[in-house]
């Protein structure tokens, strides 16, 4: 018998929609194996244009909070770019050959799309947007609409305002702490339930 094949799903959700950190999180623990030990994180981008800046600025919130376990790579300090994203999927596959990989990275789409978040299963191919040929990475990948794509998408992103990528950034970041913390306290819980039966 065949085995079956995995879920696609794509979802999309505003930043500034109402309880976009808990619908984001409830997403994320579905398809997001928190409970596991190999699990990685690629926040991929550049400090040195604003509007590619989400996924670096992700980075360093998740690494700024103490209670987030999991390998990190792409901080405003250290950027996971262009130059450096082969090395790191090569470093990666030897080091740790059955992680799963979360992408996140910022995109360019139509106007009335800006500000959404999208969530969906497989890769993310960075620097499509600007004409880079980088390989695909990620087994589920979270975007951020940052600007409108179809003109001259390298200066777009150059003169996005850091506000937009900013405040996504932070949501992505609260909404994977807040999935991570109700995967440990589903897991008390069980323990507790199992103990008293």
Not at 88 to 115: K, Y
Not at 139 to 165: C, W, Y
Request: aromatic share 8%; net charge positive; hydrophobic share 40%.
């Amino acid at each position: 018998m065949r085995a079956a094949l995995p879920t696609t799903y794509d979802y999309r959700i505003h930043y500034k929609e109402t309880g976009v950190v808990w619908k984001l999180s409830s997403l994320f623990l579905q398809h997001i194996p928190f409970a596991s030990h190999e699990l990685i994180f690629y926040c991929i981008g550049t400090d040195r244009s604003t509007g590619d800046a989400l996924g670096p600025l992700t980075g360093s919130h998740l690494t700024e909070s103490p209670l987030f376990p999991f390998p990190v790579f792409g901080t405003l300090e250290n950027p996971l770019h262009a130059l450096n994203l082969q090395q790191q999927i090569e470093e990666t596959r030897l080091s740790s050959p059955t992680a799963f990989i979360v992408a996140i990275d910022a995109c360019l789409g139509q106007g009335s799309s800006v500000g959404q978040l999208l969530f969906h299963s497989g890769p993310i191919h960075p620097g499509k947007a600007v004409g880079k040929k980088l390989p695909p990475v990620g087994d589920v990948s979270i975007k951020g609409i940052v600007n409108i794509a179809g003109f001259m998408e390298h200066a777009v992103l150059q003169s996005t305002r850091l506000h937009l990528p900013f405040e996504m950034s932070r949501i992505v970041a609260r909404a994977l702490q807040l999935a991570y913390s109700r995967t440990q306290s589903n897991k008390m819980n069980d323990r507790h339930h199992k103990s008293h039966n």
